[in-house]
């Protein structure tokens, strides 16, 4: 009985000194929820709970052993990729004004969050946002000013639909994407009130002579149709649309 004891506790001593580890990544594995091991010597590991219980199946008292199980991810760090969709913007106004939408706490966490329900491998809502956005500007024949707004522009209407899986009644997303997007839109008008004016516009958010322009509803049925593309991209959408 003293051995058995000694071994217990050197044992979980050892586990529970295991450091852990926590990769952010796209792309993960499920944590198997059983494993078997030792079966040529009658040996059954069940996973429970984080535990693991090994029983002799010749009567003798089972032993319990604690191990840490770990999920492992691998991938970029998505703080990463929403630099990375923030520096492709040239315009330096532009580029400081979705810097501080993102850094946003509610929207960083739309942005960088894997829903559990959702395929097992799964690219980050930002990656999807960036590669929407970028396309959708470059299919723009407008100037570099131009193309830098309408990325801006369905960045922002993206974030609107990733927050809108978050907002309940009686509050809207456009409620929610306003809120969150006031104050950096009043310090771009502060510094190009004409940006911050077309962004508006690319948004549908500016006054309504100012929208009845071609050229501002072309770019406004950019933005339309790089949402409908994002939203196609989405997980939930694909499993919805499954059944």
Request: one cysteine or more; aromatic letters at 4%.
């Amino acid at each position: 009985m003293t051995n058995s004891s000694a071994n217990t506790s050197t044992t979980t001593s050892s586990a529970v000194s295991l450091n852990q580890l926590a990769l952010l990544s796209p792309q993960r594995f499920a944590t198997p929820m059983l494993r078997r091991k030792g079966e040529g010597v009658g040996k059954i590991a069940l996973k429970a709970q984080g535990e693991f219980v090994d029983a002799k199946l010749q009567g003798n008292p089972a032993v319990k052993t604690v191990e840490q199980v770990l999920e492992v991810t691998f991938g970029t760090d998505p703080q990463t990729l929403i630099r990375r969709a923030v520096r492709l913007v040239a315009d330096s106004n532009l580029r400081a004004f979705i810097r501080s939408v993102m850094a946003e706490r509610d929207v960083n966490r739309v942005l960088t969050m894997l829903r559990n329900d959702s395929p097992r491998f799964q690219r980050l809502p930002i990656d999807r946002l960036r590669a929407v956005a970028e396309t959708g500007s470059k299919r723009t024949l407008a100037g570099p000013r131009t193309r830098d707004t309408l990325y801006v522009a369905i960045l922002v209407a993206g974030i609107e639909i990733l927050l809108g899986q978050t907002v309940k009644e009686p509050y809207s997303s456009g409620d929610v994407i306003r809120s969150v997007v006031r104050d950096a839109l009043r310090k771009l008008a502060t510094t190009d009130e004409a940006l911050a004016t077309d962004l508006r516009n690319c948004l549908g958010w500016g006054n309504q002579d100012d929208m009845l322009g071609v050229t501002v509803q072309c770019l406004q049925q950019r933005v339309a149709m790089a949402v409908l593309d994002l939203r196609n991209r989405m997980p939930s959408t694909q499993t919805r649309s499954q059944h």
